[in-house]
Protein backbone atom coordinates (compact mmCIF):
# COMPACT_ATOMS: atom_id res chain seq x y z
CA UNK A 1 0.00 0.00 0.00
CA UNK A 2 1.17 3.87 -0.72
CA UNK A 3 2.79 5.28 2.59
CA UNK A 4 1.55 8.49 3.55
CA UNK A 5 3.07 12.07 3.21
CA UNK A 6 5.53 12.32 5.90
CA UNK A 7 5.86 16.19 7.20
CA UNK A 8 9.34 17.82 7.61
CA UNK A 9 12.23 16.72 10.09
CA UNK A 10 11.23 18.10 13.77
CA UNK A 11 7.77 19.00 13.02
CA UNK A 12 6.14 16.32 14.89
CA UNK A 13 8.31 17.67 17.91
CA UNK A 14 5.87 20.20 18.30
CA UNK A 15 3.78 20.96 21.05
CA UNK A 16 1.04 23.40 19.81
CA UNK A 17 1.13 26.57 21.03
CA UNK A 18 -1.32 26.69 23.71
CA UNK A 19 -2.30 30.79 24.97
CA UNK A 20 -3.78 31.75 28.31
CA UNK A 21 -7.13 30.57 29.21
CA UNK A 22 -9.86 32.87 28.35
CA UNK A 23 -12.92 31.70 30.54
CA UNK A 24 -13.63 29.61 33.59
CA UNK A 25 -16.67 26.96 34.15
CA UNK A 26 -19.48 28.27 35.69
CA UNK A 27 -18.50 32.01 35.99
CA UNK A 28 -19.73 35.27 34.28
CA UNK A 29 -17.11 38.23 33.80
CA UNK A 30 -13.96 36.72 34.65
CA UNK A 31 -10.98 38.88 35.06
CA UNK A 32 -8.76 37.57 32.53
CA UNK A 33 -5.36 38.31 33.50
CA UNK A 34 -3.47 35.58 31.50
CA UNK A 35 -2.38 36.80 28.58
CA UNK A 36 -0.67 40.44 28.88
CA UNK A 37 -2.95 42.19 27.40
CA UNK A 38 -3.51 45.74 27.66
CA UNK A 39 -6.02 46.90 30.62
CA UNK A 40 -6.97 49.58 28.98
CA UNK A 41 -8.02 48.33 25.60
CA UNK A 42 -7.04 49.87 22.25
CA UNK A 43 -7.42 53.48 21.09
CA UNK A 44 -11.15 54.64 20.13
CA UNK A 45 -9.32 56.09 16.55
CA UNK A 46 -8.26 52.00 15.99
CA UNK A 47 -11.53 50.95 17.09
CA UNK A 48 -12.96 53.61 14.44
CA UNK A 49 -10.21 53.44 12.21
CA UNK A 50 -11.20 49.53 12.19
CA UNK A 51 -14.86 49.81 12.05
CA UNK A 52 -14.36 51.81 8.93
CA UNK A 53 -12.73 48.86 6.90
CA UNK A 54 -16.19 47.25 6.96
CA UNK A 55 -17.54 48.22 3.07
CA UNK A 56 -13.88 47.66 1.66
CA UNK A 57 -13.37 43.36 2.57
CA UNK A 58 -13.91 42.99 -0.78
CA UNK A 59 -10.23 44.99 -1.77
CA UNK A 60 -6.54 43.62 -0.96
CA UNK A 61 -4.46 45.62 1.41
CA UNK A 62 -1.51 47.13 0.87
CA UNK A 63 1.00 44.98 0.49
CA UNK A 64 4.26 46.89 1.48
CA UNK A 65 2.03 48.34 4.21
CA UNK A 66 3.39 51.43 3.33
CA UNK A 67 1.10 53.86 5.32
CA UNK A 68 2.45 52.22 8.61
CA UNK A 69 5.29 51.69 8.01
CA UNK A 70 5.64 55.59 7.45
CA UNK A 71 3.85 56.06 10.73
CA UNK A 72 6.25 53.80 12.81
CA UNK A 73 9.21 55.29 11.32
CA UNK A 74 8.13 59.11 12.05
CA UNK A 75 7.10 58.09 15.80
CA UNK A 76 10.85 56.35 16.37
CA UNK A 77 12.77 58.14 13.88
CA UNK A 78 13.26 55.24 12.08
CA UNK A 79 13.93 54.64 8.16
CA UNK A 80 10.42 53.92 6.83
CA UNK A 81 12.17 51.24 4.07
CA UNK A 82 14.39 48.99 6.69
CA UNK A 83 10.84 48.39 8.26
CA UNK A 84 8.45 45.09 7.48
CA UNK A 85 4.93 44.60 8.83
CA UNK A 86 3.34 41.19 9.83
CA UNK A 87 0.48 38.94 10.80
CA UNK A 88 1.74 39.70 14.83
CA UNK A 89 5.53 39.77 15.63
CA UNK A 90 5.16 36.02 15.80
CA UNK A 91 5.03 35.09 11.92
CA UNK A 92 7.98 37.81 11.32
CA UNK A 93 9.96 34.98 14.28
CA UNK A 94 9.08 32.19 12.39
CA UNK A 95 10.18 33.95 8.90
CA UNK A 96 13.36 34.72 10.40
CA UNK A 97 13.72 30.96 11.20
CA UNK A 98 12.38 29.86 8.13
CA UNK A 99 15.35 31.80 6.29
CA UNK A 100 18.05 31.40 8.08
CA UNK A 101 18.00 28.14 9.89
CA UNK A 102 17.20 24.93 9.06
CA UNK A 103 18.54 20.94 9.65
CA UNK A 104 21.72 21.05 10.52
CA UNK A 105 21.75 24.58 12.74
CA UNK A 106 20.69 25.34 16.06
CA UNK A 107 18.60 27.88 17.31
CA UNK A 108 19.44 29.84 20.98
CA UNK A 109 17.05 31.28 23.52
CA UNK A 110 16.76 31.75 27.20
CA UNK A 111 15.28 28.79 29.10
CA UNK A 112 12.68 30.78 30.12
CA UNK A 113 12.31 32.59 26.90
CA UNK A 114 8.77 33.01 24.86
CA UNK A 115 8.19 29.24 23.78
CA UNK A 116 7.11 30.41 19.71
CA UNK A 117 10.91 30.38 19.52
CA UNK A 118 11.02 26.46 19.80
CA UNK A 119 8.26 26.08 17.78
CA UNK A 120 9.86 28.00 14.98
CA UNK A 121 13.32 26.84 15.58
CA UNK A 122 11.51 22.85 14.91
CA UNK A 123 9.11 23.90 12.30
CA UNK A 124 12.12 24.92 10.36
CA UNK A 125 13.64 21.83 10.85
CA UNK A 126 16.80 23.38 12.88
CA UNK A 127 17.87 22.39 16.74
CA UNK A 128 16.68 24.35 19.69
CA UNK A 129 19.15 24.89 22.36
CA UNK A 130 17.67 26.72 25.63
CA UNK A 131 20.52 28.24 27.88
CA UNK A 132 20.11 28.54 31.23
CA UNK A 133 19.27 31.86 32.96
CA UNK A 134 20.71 33.19 36.15
CA UNK A 135 17.89 34.94 38.47
CA UNK A 136 15.35 34.46 36.04
CA UNK A 137 17.61 36.44 33.43
CA UNK A 138 19.51 36.53 30.32
CA UNK A 139 23.08 35.71 31.29
CA UNK A 140 24.95 36.82 28.05
CA UNK A 141 28.03 34.54 28.98
CA UNK A 142 25.62 31.67 29.11
CA UNK A 143 24.41 32.67 25.81
CA UNK A 144 27.67 33.26 24.25
CA UNK A 145 29.43 29.88 25.47
CA UNK A 146 26.74 28.30 24.09
CA UNK A 147 27.53 29.62 20.56
CA UNK A 148 28.65 26.94 18.26
CA UNK A 149 30.02 26.10 14.82
CA UNK A 150 26.63 25.32 13.33
CA UNK A 151 24.79 28.22 15.51
CA UNK A 152 22.53 30.58 13.02
CA UNK A 153 20.32 32.48 15.24
CA UNK A 154 19.99 33.96 19.04
CA UNK A 155 16.43 34.89 20.17
CA UNK A 156 16.31 37.18 22.78
CA UNK A 157 13.27 38.65 24.59
CA UNK A 158 14.07 41.65 26.17
CA UNK A 159 12.02 42.05 28.47
CA UNK A 160 11.08 38.41 28.67
CA UNK A 161 7.83 36.71 29.20
CA UNK A 162 7.28 35.43 31.36
CA UNK A 163 10.17 36.86 33.92
CA UNK A 164 9.23 40.46 33.69
CA UNK A 165 13.01 40.59 33.18
CA UNK A 166 15.82 42.49 31.05
CA UNK A 167 19.01 43.21 29.58
CA UNK A 168 20.24 46.95 30.07
CA UNK A 169 21.80 48.39 26.98
CA UNK A 170 25.49 47.71 27.83
CA UNK A 171 24.66 43.89 28.14
CA UNK A 172 22.47 44.06 24.92
CA UNK A 173 25.55 45.71 22.95
CA UNK A 174 28.34 42.67 24.83
CA UNK A 175 26.34 40.06 23.96
CA UNK A 176 26.35 41.40 20.28
CA UNK A 177 30.07 41.80 20.49
CA UNK A 178 30.63 38.57 21.44
CA UNK A 179 28.60 36.86 18.72
CA UNK A 180 30.31 35.89 14.78
CA UNK A 181 29.20 38.31 12.55
CA UNK A 182 27.11 34.78 10.66
CA UNK A 183 25.16 34.44 13.48
CA UNK A 184 21.48 36.48 13.62
CA UNK A 185 20.91 38.57 17.11
CA UNK A 186 17.05 38.65 17.04
CA UNK A 187 15.83 41.29 19.75
CA UNK A 188 12.15 40.43 20.40
CA UNK A 189 11.44 43.99 21.99
CA UNK A 190 7.19 42.90 22.42
CA UNK A 191 7.26 44.79 26.07
CA UNK A 192 9.42 47.99 25.10
CA UNK A 193 6.42 50.61 25.70
CA UNK A 194 5.92 49.87 29.11
CA UNK A 195 9.50 49.76 29.97
CA UNK A 196 10.50 52.66 32.04
CA UNK A 197 14.38 52.12 32.92
CA UNK A 198 16.61 54.61 31.43
CA UNK A 199 19.48 51.69 31.08
CA UNK A 200 17.01 50.29 28.46
CA UNK A 201 17.10 49.79 24.62
CA UNK A 202 14.73 48.00 22.64
CA UNK A 203 17.31 47.15 19.61
CA UNK A 204 16.85 50.04 17.51
CA UNK A 205 20.46 51.41 18.31
CA UNK A 206 22.22 48.15 18.21
CA UNK A 207 20.46 47.75 14.61
CA UNK A 208 21.63 50.74 13.72
CA UNK A 209 25.15 49.86 14.94
CA UNK A 210 24.90 46.16 13.08
CA UNK A 211 24.31 44.29 10.29
CA UNK A 212 23.50 40.98 11.75
CA UNK A 213 20.25 42.16 14.24
CA UNK A 214 17.17 42.62 13.95
CA UNK A 215 14.53 43.92 16.35
CA UNK A 216 10.62 42.71 16.74
CA UNK A 217 7.83 44.48 18.11
CA UNK A 218 4.39 43.89 18.37
CA UNK A 219 0.67 45.64 18.53
CA UNK A 220 -0.49 43.21 20.41
CA UNK A 221 0.60 44.69 24.22
CA UNK A 222 0.16 48.23 24.85
CA UNK A 223 -1.51 48.97 21.63
CA UNK A 224 -4.14 46.47 22.36
CA UNK A 225 -5.09 44.99 18.96
CA UNK A 226 -4.01 41.59 19.72
CA UNK A 227 -7.43 39.73 18.12
CA UNK A 228 -5.96 41.81 14.80
CA UNK A 229 -2.36 39.99 14.22
CA UNK A 230 -0.62 42.63 13.87
CA UNK A 231 3.48 43.60 14.58
CA UNK A 232 6.53 44.71 12.70
CA UNK A 233 10.86 44.30 12.62
CA UNK A 234 13.06 47.29 12.17
CA UNK A 235 16.28 45.54 10.65
CA UNK A 236 19.56 46.38 8.25
CA UNK A 237 18.37 46.60 4.37
CA UNK A 238 19.02 42.91 3.89
CA UNK A 239 17.49 41.12 6.11
CA UNK A 240 14.06 43.20 5.72
CA UNK A 241 14.76 42.57 1.49
CA UNK A 242 15.11 38.64 2.86
CA UNK A 243 11.72 38.86 5.01
CA UNK A 244 10.06 40.89 2.11
CA UNK A 245 11.21 37.79 0.18
CA UNK A 246 9.78 34.94 2.39
CA UNK A 247 6.23 37.10 3.72
CA UNK A 248 3.17 36.39 2.35
CA UNK A 249 2.35 39.41 -0.54
CA UNK A 250 -0.65 40.34 1.31
CA UNK A 251 0.39 38.82 4.69
CA UNK A 252 -1.41 41.73 6.88
CA UNK A 253 -4.90 42.21 6.43
CA UNK A 254 -6.30 46.08 5.44
CA UNK A 255 -8.00 46.50 9.16
CA UNK A 256 -5.16 45.72 11.09
CA UNK A 257 -2.86 48.19 9.01
CA UNK A 258 -5.96 50.84 9.43
CA UNK A 259 -6.59 50.47 12.91
CA UNK A 260 -1.93 50.32 13.25
CA UNK A 261 -2.12 53.41 11.62
CA UNK A 262 -4.46 55.22 13.64
CA UNK A 263 -2.79 53.58 17.09
CA UNK A 264 0.27 55.26 16.17
CA UNK A 265 -1.41 58.61 15.84
CA UNK A 266 -2.74 58.54 19.40
CA UNK A 267 0.29 58.52 21.37
CA UNK A 268 -1.51 60.34 23.93
CA UNK A 269 -4.11 56.54 24.47
CA UNK A 270 -0.54 54.74 25.03
CA UNK A 271 0.90 57.56 27.74
CA UNK A 272 -2.46 56.38 29.91
CA UNK A 273 -1.70 53.30 28.76
CA UNK A 274 2.00 53.20 30.48
CA UNK A 275 0.67 55.45 33.24
CA UNK A 276 -2.35 52.80 34.15
CA UNK A 277 0.53 50.05 33.91
CA UNK A 278 3.72 51.74 35.75
CA UNK A 279 0.78 52.71 38.71
CA UNK A 280 -0.43 49.44 39.17
CA UNK A 281 3.18 47.56 38.77
CA UNK A 282 4.31 49.15 41.86
CA UNK A 283 1.32 49.04 43.93
CA UNK A 284 0.45 45.32 43.09
CA UNK A 285 4.73 44.27 43.66
CA UNK A 286 4.26 46.35 47.14
CA UNK A 287 0.93 44.87 48.09
CA UNK A 288 2.33 41.07 47.14
CA UNK A 289 5.37 42.24 49.00
CA UNK A 290 3.31 43.32 52.56
CA UNK A 291 1.16 39.61 52.36
CA UNK A 292 5.02 37.61 51.54
CA UNK A 293 4.41 36.45 48.51
CA UNK A 294 7.11 36.47 46.18
CA UNK A 295 6.86 38.68 43.03
CA UNK A 296 9.97 38.79 40.76
CA UNK A 297 10.78 42.29 39.55
CA UNK A 298 9.14 42.89 36.57
CA UNK A 299 9.47 45.56 33.63
CA UNK A 300 6.31 44.26 31.58
CA UNK A 301 1.97 44.39 32.09
CA UNK A 302 2.74 41.45 33.62
CA UNK A 303 3.99 39.98 37.24
CA UNK A 304 5.65 36.94 37.87
CA UNK A 305 4.61 35.19 41.25
CA UNK A 306 6.71 32.32 43.31
CA UNK A 307 4.38 30.03 45.68
CA UNK A 308 5.60 27.62 48.17
CA UNK A 309 5.76 23.73 47.10
CA UNK A 310 3.56 22.77 49.81
CA UNK A 311 0.71 21.27 49.56
CA UNK A 312 -2.48 23.39 49.25
CA UNK A 313 -0.25 26.50 49.25
CA UNK A 314 1.36 25.81 45.82
CA UNK A 315 1.21 27.30 42.55
CA UNK A 316 -1.69 24.70 41.48
CA UNK A 317 -3.53 25.83 44.86
CA UNK A 318 -3.89 29.53 44.58
CA UNK A 319 -4.39 28.89 41.00
CA UNK A 320 -7.45 27.04 41.95
CA UNK A 321 -8.00 29.41 44.72
CA UNK A 322 -7.99 32.45 41.78
CA UNK A 323 -10.20 30.86 39.12
CA UNK A 324 -13.02 30.18 42.77
CA UNK A 325 -12.97 33.85 42.54
CA UNK A 326 -13.26 34.63 39.13
CA UNK A 327 -9.78 35.28 38.21
CA UNK A 328 -7.81 33.72 35.84
CA UNK A 329 -3.90 33.56 36.16
CA UNK A 330 -1.58 31.98 33.88
CA UNK A 331 -0.01 28.59 34.74
CA UNK A 332 3.66 28.54 33.59
CA UNK A 333 4.85 25.16 33.93
CA UNK A 334 5.42 24.94 30.35
CA UNK A 335 7.93 27.67 30.64
CA UNK A 336 10.01 25.22 32.90
CA UNK A 337 8.05 27.46 35.95
CA UNK A 338 5.74 24.80 38.17
CA UNK A 339 6.16 26.88 41.13
CA UNK A 340 4.79 30.44 39.69
CA UNK A 341 1.89 32.32 38.02
CA UNK A 342 1.89 34.95 36.48
CA UNK A 343 -0.84 38.07 36.15
CA UNK A 344 -1.29 40.85 33.90
CA UNK A 345 -2.17 43.92 34.73
CA UNK A 346 -5.48 44.33 34.87
CA UNK A 347 -8.00 47.22 35.54
CA UNK A 348 -8.31 49.37 39.07
CA UNK A 349 -11.10 47.14 40.07
CA UNK A 350 -9.72 44.13 38.74
CA UNK A 351 -5.99 44.44 40.55
CA UNK A 352 -7.96 45.42 43.87
CA UNK A 353 -9.38 42.65 43.24
CA UNK A 354 -6.85 40.21 42.72
CA UNK A 355 -4.91 41.71 46.07
CA UNK A 356 -7.86 40.79 48.05
CA UNK A 357 -7.75 37.22 46.60
CA UNK A 358 -4.22 36.98 46.84
CA UNK A 359 -4.33 38.19 50.86
CA UNK A 360 -7.30 36.21 51.54
CA UNK A 361 -5.12 33.15 49.92
CA UNK A 362 -1.83 33.96 52.30
CA UNK A 363 -4.15 33.88 54.97
CA UNK A 364 -6.19 30.50 54.88
CA UNK A 365 -5.43 28.23 58.17
Not at 32 to 59: C, F, H, M
Not at 320 to 343: E, K, M, Q, S
Request: proline share 7%.
Amino acid sequence: MPGQPEPRPRILEISPYVGGRASIDGQENAIKLSSNESALGPSPRALEAYRAQGDLLARYPDGGASELREALGALHRLDPERIVCGAGSDELLQLLCKAYAGPGDEVLFTEHGFLVYRLATLAAGATPVAVPETDLCANVDAILNAVGETTRIVFLANPNNPTGSYLPRAELRRLWEGLPSSVLLVVDAAYAEFVSPSDYDPGIELVDAAENVIMTRTFSKIYALASLRLGWAYGPPAIIGVLNRVRGPFNVSGAALAAGVAAVGDQAHIDRARAHNDKWLAKFSAAMADIGVTCVPSVGNFVLLRFSNEPGRDAQAADNFLGARGIIARDVTNYGLPDYLRLSIGLDQEMETVIQAMTDFTRRS
